[in-house]
């Protein structure tokens, strides 16, 4: 898997990757892999020519085998289609587009991510208790990615929330700093003016100090980090 993650882009192309290794390696035809955002269930990568379609039907039913999986956490097993009797009219569409078996497998939860991975074949009873030992190793490889990637996009997310608050800071700095140099006042007293002025204004305190900054230079001001914490 680490080998993957260094090879590929993205967590779609990772994915990808996956479920192609997993179909080669098993007695499935297709496999879709559904993840779970805000709420709603999304087939992200799919193998094959059915998948996508056995997915999309399952979430207009808002039931199914793969939402099970993903809704109770637990590993969900047709035999075969023809003599499925949950999920109303699911399992004959299922069949009638070549489907006889699925095992649907919930990816384990390490983020706020929900996922199942759903492999779908042409044969009934077409997975052995090897094929869901192996595919099982591929749902916790499959988690294992989408927390990684979540890390690093939750990194990233807190990096640009750091910047941000730095550039703020930077400007608030040479805000009171001009403010000091006009009125030959302490630091505190430059605050309050500021602060004064945003309340009247009813703008925020760090929009006053960017007017205040591009007033007297004609410019915007450029955000540097501050030497040393005020306030």
Request: with cysteine; proline share 5%; net charge negative.
């Amino acid at each position: 898997m680490i080998d993957w993650l260094l090879e590929t882009e993205s967590l779609r192309e990772f994915l990808q990757f996956l479920v192609d290794d997993a179909v080669a390696a098993s007695g499935a035809a297709d496999c879709g892999v559904t993840l779970q955002r805000r709420g709603r269930p999304l087939t992200v990568v799919s193998t094959g020519g059915t998948a996508n379609k056995l997915d999309e039907e399952q979430y207009g039913q808002d039931d199914g085998p793969c939402l099970q999986a993903l809704r109770t956490g637990q590993v969900v097993h047709v035999r075969d289609m023809l003599t499925e009797t949950r999920w109303g009219s699911y399992p004959r569409f299922a069949s009638g587009l070549g489907a006889r078996s699925s095992l649907s497998l919930p990816i384990p939860a390490r983020t706020h991510t929900a996922g199942a991975l759903n492999f779908y074949a042409t044969e009934p009873d077409a997975f052995s208790d090897d094929d869901q030992r192996v595919l099982a190793s591929v749902a916790a490889q499959a988690s294992g990615g989408i927390a990684l990637a979540q890390r690093l996009a939750d990194t990233a997310d807190f990096t640009r929330d750091l910047q941000n608050a730095l550039s703020s800071r930077s400007i608030i700095d040479q805000a009171i700093g001009a403010v000091m140099q006009q009125r030959q006042c302490t630091e505190k007293e430059a605050f309050d003016v500021l602060r004064r002025l945003s309340q009247e204004t009813n703008i925020k305190f760090r929009d006053v100090c960017n007017r205040l900054l591009t007033d007297i230079a004609g410019q915007p001001p450029l955000p540097r980090t501050p030497l040393r914490p005020r306030l």
